[in-house]
């Protein structure tokens, strides 16, 4: 009789489980618990004064008028989304990529509605990779993307990240050296935040898209399999210039093979209203949504139903300027309170869109949660988030303890500046 | 340099996402678009004359009275869901266990909010079964859950299930098998829906349940970890009678260590509002809450506060007796139709909940997807889910191809009697 594998205290989780972590985002809220009179700048939340909810109730309103509209708000759907949803989703995207909305790129067949972006990203990332593979990431980058990847067991590869998006000598080396190593099978995924990036608010231009689809051209051969590019638009509606954003990769040749496209509804209109959704090559589309009907049968059809009449009725366009001004104007409040109180050694760069501004403090300042800055923060009573956290654990550069990420998306107009004060006084204490 | 491990023209799936199939409910609703005139008897979805339209308007006016409110509603929430939603739900199986609420295994710090039940039973598997490892299923079973189990490369072991729940011999004698080869170790879940279960409609006696469970705790010391019962109560609120259910197992001894309660407001209120949730473990509870985490934040906010309203108004306890006394109605349509049109060789037993009427037909006749009464049935434009899905891979009774499960949810009460007229002249065309 063989023995079990398992320690006699041993829960029996499977390998995934064993190593899963809360994510650092946790830790975050539960300083939030044990100081309540903290001002958080450090959480992704939206602006709750601009939250849709009169827009919210009149969408309701319309579908409540017809018991057959009804019945399939509050009935099942199909694992892939709504098919009207799903066309309008493709319009919008071809229409930001001054495109025609024909084209097979935005095909609606592509197109797969999930409970958030969030959920796009974890789908994808289990339909490409077993333990073992490698993604390349952005450094600095989304750090809760990090956390899928290493509950996956997959290894993030960095690639510094210069003023307007990666580097792409440093990319281009990475990619040979991987081929010379003979690792380049295991790269599946280039994951990039291209628009107002998280953290450092960056958008990455049309022509270093252009250089980077040929880049992977030329190496994928090499791979034996599409090096896809995981294009992560989260933040492409929130810029705060009316002007036009880039095109996104999927406007490029390759684009129906390797580029796939993830967007969401959530921030733009109501994060409680979890829509996002990706645009996908086709034979991954019909995977991750088989994956998807495992997961859930697909998206609550009464949250898909409230984004199709928004963005039927041009309510959502309007709602889209309103908070484009309303972020601009907390993004100003942030940087101009910043100039009032951080000591001048302290760097940044104004954002033009998201919800953040990336800050470089002088060294030797430490930004991480156990440093003095961090500490004395918290008794100021205000929080960010420590730039280490957006860092996979591939890279060391002493950047890494100088940045913290400052979100000016959930705090009022008020505490934004008073949030800035207290952290200026922080800085100094600890600055000397 | 290596060679890629992948042939030149691979996708570059990992393992799972390679192995994906589409479920056999995709290819039911295939033919459901090829022959438009279709009566389904097949779908599980619920009876929309019913959906709670008012109902749910009712909520989001008391909901829009409040700015507070609504902005609660539309932002961002925890990774496990509102304290409120939990507190009632960990209330409400307490009182269906006709016990006290202030027990541990009530407790709302053990209970996820998820995206539907179907989410809930993902996450369990995902976090307790590597491939390779086991779990034992009733046969016949919940046909989407074999799709889980094979889509993480997971062994289902069949148990026959009798008149009142599983064969405790045959249980007892599968257990010991392992135990003697050496196997207990990759059991890790016993997968149950205890209530008007799918596809037979029965429900687990107590004293079966009790059974069971001291029936684990003898044989878990081998296995080196808990074997957890997951019992599915998806059709729990969906009895007939006014008649309180039996207890779930979280009321018996070492429920707190092994049992998990998979829940749902989906079938009970609407299935477009996907709210389902679960009752673990502490330890398991967190390893969910972590994985739900990566996986999409945490269910909508939306959703979850009308469910909240719905709870509290009362709104759903007065809906539920409504549908109860619905499905009766239509579960008595469908009995009374299948008197009067199918051979008398052909049995079943009435159901006293759920949506599903299973259904025996005498042998020779196979009811497989590509026999001859499944054909007869497409072209007399009628539909039934084929018995054979609801059987895993280990088992080959012949029952698995006598049996169809026919489902009184959705159709009208008109349909449902034309659809089982329907499919009398099939069999009886077939049975010659």
Known sequence: ???????????????????????????????????????????????????????????????????????????????????????LTGQRIAELDHTASDKPAYNSERILITHGSQQFLYLVTEALCDAGDMVMVEAPTYFVYLSILKYFGVRACSVPLKTDGIDLVAFEKKLEQLKQSGDLWRLKIIYLVTYHQNPTSQSMPLGKKQALMRLLARYERDAGHPIYVLEDAAYRELGFAQEASAPSMLSLPGALKRVIYSGTYSKPFATGIRVGFGISPAPLARALEHIKGNQDFGTAELLQAILERALESRLYAKHLKLIQARYAQKAGRMVDAMKKYFPSTVQWAAPQGGLYVWTKVPEPVDTGPRGELFETSLKQQVLYVPGCYAYAPDVMGPERNTAMRLSFGNASLHLIEEGIRRLGKSLRATLG
């Open 1 to 87: 009789m063989r023995t079990s594998k398992y320690p006699s205290s041993s829960n029996g989780f499977s390998q995934r489980a064993q190593a899963v972590e809360p994510p650092p985002i946790a830790w975050l809220m539960e300083q939030k618990l044990k100081y309540p009179a903290l001002i958080s700048l450090a959480a992704g939340f939206t602006d709750p004064d601009t939250l849709p909810d009169k827009e919210t109730m009149q969408i309701m309103h319309q579908m409540a008028k017809s018991k057959a509209v009804m019945r399939t708000t509050l009935q099942y759907g199909t694992g892939s989304g709504r098919k009207r949803l799903r066309e």
